[in-house]
């Protein structure tokens, strides 16, 4: 049997866009993130580490290829393997550790925050968030984003179901998307001038 899935990938990728913009608020040092308004939408939007994070906000569910589905990838020891893992990978590309570090764990704990919160007809109901620490499931039952299907994926009843959950998904998660990225290019706007500043200073 298929697991359904819930929410969607469109919907986790959404969320973990929405960590990357947000951990862009916190101060501290983010004048790398910054790209003048001349340039394009990526780098403005933050370039490969904002990729990073949007795949991060899915990539939980790739434990549908190996294990059982909502345990050892939806979990906070996840969390902590991944954040681990871009601290090294941020201390090697010389970029600020802890900034990086929590911008991806936030990304990848938004999928265990978008599941708990969803619809789960399955059982056991929801995900083993505490691994390896404890072994419960745990599910809100606010039922906030509707349950997606896997099975007989091209038949209508499946892709009408699929649509309806991604629509819901991107009401909710796309204002917040929206509003984050308004906020986030107010607030480094002034960082961008510094930095074009400072290179026009140095030639």
């Known amino acids: 049997m298929i697991a359904p899935e819930v929410p969607s990938p469109i919907g986790h990728a959404l969320a973990g866009l929405a960590a990357a913009w947000a951990a862009d608020l916190v101060p501290g040092e983010r004048a ?4 003048p308004a001349s340039a394009s939408w990526y780098p403005r939007a933050g ?4 990729g990073a994070c949007v795949a991060l906000g899915a990539a939980a569910d790739l434990d549908l290829l190996f294990v059982t589905h909502r345990t050892v990838t939806h979990s906070v020891g996840a969390v902590i393997l991944v954040t681990l893992f871009a601290a ?3 201390a090697n590309a010389h ?14 704990a938004t999928h265990l925050l978008l599941d708990w919160l969803s619809v789960d007809l399955s059982t056991p109901r929801g995900i083993q968030a505490l691994w390896p620490f404890r ?16 099975r007989q994926l091209w038949t209508v009843a499946t892709m009408v179901k699929n649509v ?11 204002p917040l998307a929206a509003a984050l990225w308004l906020v986030r290019v107010k607030a480094l706007a002034g960082l961008a001038s510094e930095v074009a500043g400072r290179d026009h200073a140095a030639e």
Do not use: H, N
């Open 88 to 90: 090294t990978l941020a």
């Open 47 to 50: 370039d490969g580490l904002t």
């Open 164 to 174: 309806r959950a991604i629509l819901q998904e991107v009401v909710i998660l796309g």
């Open 32 to 35: 790398w993130r910054t790209a």
């Open 135 to 150: 072994f419960e499931w745990f599910i809100s039952g606010l039922d906030l984003f509707p349950q997606t299907e896997r």
């Open 95 to 108: 970029r600020p550790v802890a900034r990086v570090a929590l911008m991806c764990a936030a990304a990848y």
